[in-house]
């Protein structure tokens, strides 16, 4: 248990929550005061000891029944026993139809046979589980793994087995109940795929190596980060400044030569007797002109907090910086960067749009930035949003996010949330995603870092 419980804490790091080993020892201490006997005193142990504010309740709450579940497969039911001789041959013949591979499946549901621990991992292997450690991917692995069991497949089999166990003569009814119970089994394979790719990818959390606590921070998605967290990254925020202007000094002295500059190449040959032996290039600069609109809503305020900390940073690498921040209206913000350090002036914008349950409306701030400036898009501009594309089920605006796409060089949209969530719940991501010609992923500060470097490509 000892171990487990180890695993445990390691896995809850590696989800974002800052466990001290004061608190892990606490929480030995409070594990052996109380007993592991009584589940929900063991779990509120746990939890008294290692959680020390609400945002990281939602992690414990999912790793705590992976680690220190009884383990049980999912119940399912053996209809293969109440066949009689008739129907067992009945059903023997009407499985010739179906390849091997769907007989196996057709079969392994009428005995109700869940899958053993080296199909897991077969499986597992096949579809990459191993190398997920992030719980964020469980239902998408959890799926892939179904996909890999052809799970579409076999209910399109179903159906049809039992359309042909009816044309043999059997019974409608037990044709119906052998349905029901071999649909039963299916579901419960679904459900031991889940807990399986959960497992999984806990224990490759637990697994993962500890980091350096700033590199750890910089991989942290930014829904798991404190305030204070948020302190120790803005200090980051110069540093990785100076890296980018580094980087950016590099590439321009490496760069190939501009366009020819016609005037200074005579200038320079007039020694010659205007015979253009020297040849002049125009200085390629690397400066492009940027609009940012920034999601600052609850669940993007860390994001764009930082997004545009880091964009003010490097200005100097910016020709133009036009900045926006929406939650249910849009504001243009540059102005409050003007003559202010970089850390007043976000906090200045954030306390006159605070945080709180709004209802988000990208749509009507689309519309509010067509109706006011849309002046500053233009073919030399760089038009950015940063949010995560959730409208809470208002009208997107696709014609003016359209609009704005074709009037600037390049539309790019950074966002937090990983591909298998866009379009989920009140995304509207997938419909705004074929408009934009890069989208990013910007989850982390490592990405958001990594994302910006990409915009200084021009």
Known sequence: MEE??????????????????????DAFKAVEHLGVKQREAFRLALQATLVKDYTSLPIFAELFPIFFSAGETPQMLNAAEDLTPEEADMFAEALRQFNERLRHMLERLLNGDPLDSDELEQFGRMVGL????????????SKRLQKALQFRQVREALAELAETLAELGMDPQRVEQLAKRMQSNQQGLEQQLRQY??????????NRPPEDPIEGLMNRPFNSLSDEDLERLHKEV?????????????????????????????????????????????????????????????????????????????????????????????????????GRQIQDAV???????????????LGFSLENFSSDHLSLVDGRTTFIIVGDGRNNYNNPRLE??????????????????????????????????????????AGTLAELTHAVDHLLLG
């Not at 896995?11 to 001290?20: K, Q, Y």
């Not at 790719?197 to 637990?206: F, L, V, Y």
Request: hydrophobic fraction near 40%.
């Open 197 to 206: 790719a959960g497992q999984r990818i806990a224990e490759n959390m637990s």
């Open 130 to 141: 191993n190398q997920i450690d992030d719980l964020r991917y469980r239902e998408w692995m």
């Open 400 to 441: 003016i996010f359209r609009q704005l796409a074709r009037r600037s060089r390049r539309t790019v949209w950074l966002i937090p949330e990983p591909p298998a969530m866009w379009g989920s719940g009140d995304s509207d991501m997938l419909k705004y995603a074929p408009e934009c010609d890069v989208i990013l992923q």
């Open 238 to 338: 110069q540093r990785l400044a100076n890296a980018l202007r580094t980087r950016v000094a590099l590439r321009q002295k490496h760069a190939k030569s501009g366009q020819l500059d016609a005037k200074a190449t005579i200038r320079a040959n007039l020694k010659h007797g205007s015979v253009p032996i020297e040849i002049r290039h125009r200085a390629r600069h690397l400066q492009p002109k940027l609009v940012v609109i920034c999601d600052v809503s609850t669940s993007m305020r860390s994001c764009s907090e930082l997004m545009l900390s880091l964009l003010y940073a490097i200005q100097d690498q910016i020709a133009r910086t036009h900045a926006f921040a929406f939650i249910d209206h849009l504001e243009y913000i540059s102005p409050d960067f003007s």
């Open 4 to 25: 487990r419980i180890l695993k445990f804490i390691a896995a809850l790091r590696a989800g974002g929550v800052r466990v001290s080993l004061a608190e892990s020892a």
């Open 347 to 361: 906090s200045q914008v954030l306390v006159r749009m605070p945080s709180g349950y709004y209802n988000t409306d």
